[in-house]
């Protein structure tokens, strides 16, 4: 291609006017009109207002955030393999995580004191036989170390 040709089919091309993108998480609820140029008062550079705007948006998402619980990570939580594998299955079908699985079983539990007893019953014959599997493996362990 001669360069004459390039040249004039760049001179012919239009380009599309794209409007201009809001790149806040929040809008403003009432947005200027789209056909009135947006001018920033005098006294107020656009890196100023980009910056009062960010400092809006931040603190409307901390007063949300405020009002959820707060959340506190714990340690992994060890299963038996089987129950491990059900509870995986159930939450991953159910859409939601192991986490609010167990908050939400606890806050339903917690409002039925006979459920909670309940549940009590079992959890401690649990830490009683997890207790018994403990002091049997540490009893294997000593026996290995003391054979070799």
């Not at 006979?114 to 599997?133: D, G, M, P, T």
Request: proline share 7%; charged share 25%; net charge positive.
């Amino acid at each position: 291609m001669s360069d004459n040709l390039l040249n004039e089919l760049r001179q012919k091309r239009q380009r599309t006017i794209v409007p201009q993108r809001e790149d806040t998480l929040i809008q403003d609820t009432a947005p200027p009109p789209t056909n009135a140029p947006i001018s920033p008062p005098p006294s107020q550079t656009l890196g100023e207002q980009n910056t009062l705007r960010t400092e809006n948006t931040l603190a409307e998402l901390q007063a949300k955030l405020a009002r959820f619980p707060k959340m506190r990570r714990r340690s992994a939580v060890v299963l038996e393999d089987p129950i491990d594998q059900a509870l995986t299955h159930f939450c991953k079908d159910s859409k939601i995580t192991l986490e609010v699985f167990i908050e939400a079983a606890w806050q339903v539990a917690a409002e039925n004191p006979s459920l909670l007893n309940a549940i009590l019953v079992e959890a401690q014959q649990r830490y009683r036989s997890r207790k018994e599997a403990g002091q049997l493996r540490r009893l294997m362990t000593m026996l290995i170390k003391e054979s070799t």
